[in-house]
């Protein structure tokens, strides 16, 4: 494979690298100070100035930023540039109706795409692959994220975009496709359905995935490779600090390469704030070190990982960290799709009048994730008649169809069988792990 | 003339519907007629017993979710053709049956069903117009 010149940055040395984080990181934070009403009522509350980040270990003194404060902020709370300056914005989804708004100013989406042709490359795309998108476009940043990465590249995108099975499997045949971009659990689907179809993956051009937006496991990678005679390669990122391209996967599958000269990650205790060294469990912690439009200065992510210590072998200097496996707050990830145990609850609440208890099952089945909600019959809801049991199983159904945009089993239970914990009610079993 | 029903929730998992049976049994209470009532996920399980009110409390004490409805036990001849006259006696009627089944238990010559009405004082005066007769629950007893 020929070396890249935009892939130079995977291989600076260490001591350059930290030079470079320090000044960007002291641009940025004097940025936030100047322009982030937030940040900066924060900072004077302990009594520190932008000056007082001397070092990169300084960074440590500096307040979290976490997902509340965006929502907090709706719309545009958090940003630093004038809307004048903002060429994109994207959001996510968030807990109660509101979403999460993100803004980028053309510098923003210029890294966006940089980190992207970088994922891409170490992947080992390049000019003449042909990619076929199917992560989602629109307000989610994975379509457009991945689309700008892939023509940046100089790679051929087709933006086929998420859905329609069958139109996907016959574009990858017929137009030579040889990586793509989805969730891993909408790639098994896929591979599941081209069997059906008599179409076998592994006599395809294709040769690479690039999966991410939901925690998937070490079976399921090795499945999708087997299966599909590919490599899957594991992407990382979130709208919060800028969409996909935080950090990728490269063919040593050791840990996600995290593209330190633009995000500064730390691993923090998850209930005590505290930095924990390299190679210890904790809540990834990113810095946004060249963001503009809008700053996110040690964003808690609540996702659960590890710093790698040690050089990869690939030999980029980028550090690694390992595959998320869980996060630290109640968001789940199903087939790509954030659901919180809120919006079941509130469409419960919707067709019951009062709230049941209720539990959330996560299983996997034939590769997708599979959403079944048990809820307690109540006196209120209990009827003597089969059919009026049937029409409210049903009618919860198409409420959290409609408030997810998932289908999910309902099963009716009996009372008190669903356990009662002390204190934090465990609403969610997650059993995709064992599947 | 009307009974009281209690209904109970059942998930259709094995053991689940003999726990309140056992519970009546223990405790005194006679089972007059049961009558289950299932899909393939859940089941309810319907009963005619000796003291409907203890049953009850006994039930939701072990925590079950029970629901009270009335019914009517009416006698049908023990024939060919028995049901269907007690059947016919609602045709053309804006009464509907929403379920019934046997009770076992038999008065000489007639079958006893329980019928669950959604109108149930219209279905009683319709049975009597017919002289269809209706137990009331002192005709149950032993």
Redesign the interface.
């Known amino acids: 494979m020929t070396f890249q010149p935009f892939s130079a940055p995977d291989y600076l040395p260490r001591p350059i690298l930290a030079e470079m984080q320090l000044s960007r990181l002291r641009t940025i934070v004097s940025r936030a100070w100047e322009r982030v009403p937030l940040f900066r009522s924060r900072l004077e509350e302990r009594g520190l100035a932008p000056q007082h980040i001397d070092s990169l270990a300084a960074i440590s003194r500096l307040p979290f930023t976490v997902k509340t404060d965006l929502r907090d902020t709706y719309p545009f709370g958090l940003f630093a540039s004038p809307m004048e300056e903002i060429v994109r914005l994207h959001a996510s989804s968030g807990t109660t109706g509101k979403p999460i708004v993100v803004a980028y100013t053309q510098e923003d989406v210029d890294v966006w795409t940089s980190v992207m042709v970088r994922s891409f490359a170490v992947c080992g795309l390049h000019k003449g692959d042909i990619i076929q998108n199917a992560y989602g476009y629109g307000l989610f940043t994975g379509g457009l994220g991945a689309h700008y990465g892939g023509e940046g590249l100089g790679a051929t995108v087709i933006p086929i975009s998420g859905g329609n099975t069958d139109r996907q499997i016959m574009v990858m045949k017929d137009f030579g496709v040889t990586a793509i971009c989805c969730t891993p659990s909408y790639f098994l689907h896929l591979v599941e359905r081209a069997a059906q179809l008599d179409v076998d993956l592994r006599e395809l051009p294709l040769r690479a995935g690039v999966f991410g937006a939901e925690p998937w496991t070490s079976s399921m990678r090795k499945r999708i490779e087997s299966l599909a005679g590919i490599t899957a390669f594991d992407i990382y990122g979130l709208s919060e600090i800028i969409g996909p391209g935080v950090a990728i996967e490269c063919p040593c599958q050791d840990g996600l390469h995290i593209f330190e000269d633009h995000f500064y990650p730390e691993i923090v205790h998850p209930e005590t704030g505290e930095v924990l060294p390299d190679g210890e469990e904790g809540e990834l912690v990113l810095t946004t070190l060249s963001k503009f439009a809008m700053p996110m200065i040690r964003y808690r992510t609540r996702d659960i990982t590890a710093l790698i210590p040690g050089q990869c072998a690939c030999g980029r200097s980028l550090r690694r960290m390992r595959r998320i496996g869980r996060r630290s707050d109640d968001m789940l990830i199903i087939r790509g799709v954030n659901v919180f145990p809120s919006q079941v609850e509130a469409a419960l609440l919707e067709v019951e009048g009062t709230l049941p208890h209720y539990q959330i099952i996560l299983t996997r089945a034939h590769g997708l994730d599979q959403m079944e909600v048990q809820v307690e019959?109540?006196?209120e809801t209990?009827?003597?008649?089969?059919g009026a049991?049937?029409a409210l199983?049903e009618s919860i159904a198409d409420a959290l169809e409609h408030v997810l945009g998932l289908h999910v089993q309902v099963?009716?239970?009996?009372?008190?069988?669903i356990q009662r914990s002390e204190g934090k009610a465990k609403r969610v079993i997650d059993r995709r792990s064992q599947s | 003339m009307k009974l009281h029903q209690l209904s109970v929730f059942s998930e259709n998992k094995p053991g689940h519907v003999i726990a309140p049976c056992r519970l009546l049994a223990r405790e005194g209470v006679d089972i007059r007629a049961l009558s289950l009532a299932d899909t393939q996920r859940f089941g309810i399980l319907r009963l005619i017993v000796s003291d409907w009110q203890r049953a009850k409390s006994l039930l939701e004490q072990a925590g079950s979710v029970v629901k009270v409805t009335e019914v009517l036990a009416v006698e049908v001849p023990d024939r060919p053709g028995g049901l269907a006259e007690v059947l016919e006696a609602f045709e053309g009627t804006a009464i509907n049956i929403e379920y019934m089944y046997a009770f076992p238990f038999v008065r000489g010559e007639k079958a006893v069903l329980i019928f669950r009405f959604d109108q149930p004082d219209a279905a009683i005066a319709r049975l009597q117009e017919k002289g269809i007769s209706v137990l009331d629950s002192g005709a149950l007893e032993d």
């Open positions: 019959v109540t006196p209990f009827s003597d008649k089969i049991l049937e199983n099963t009716l239970v009996e009372p008190h069988t």
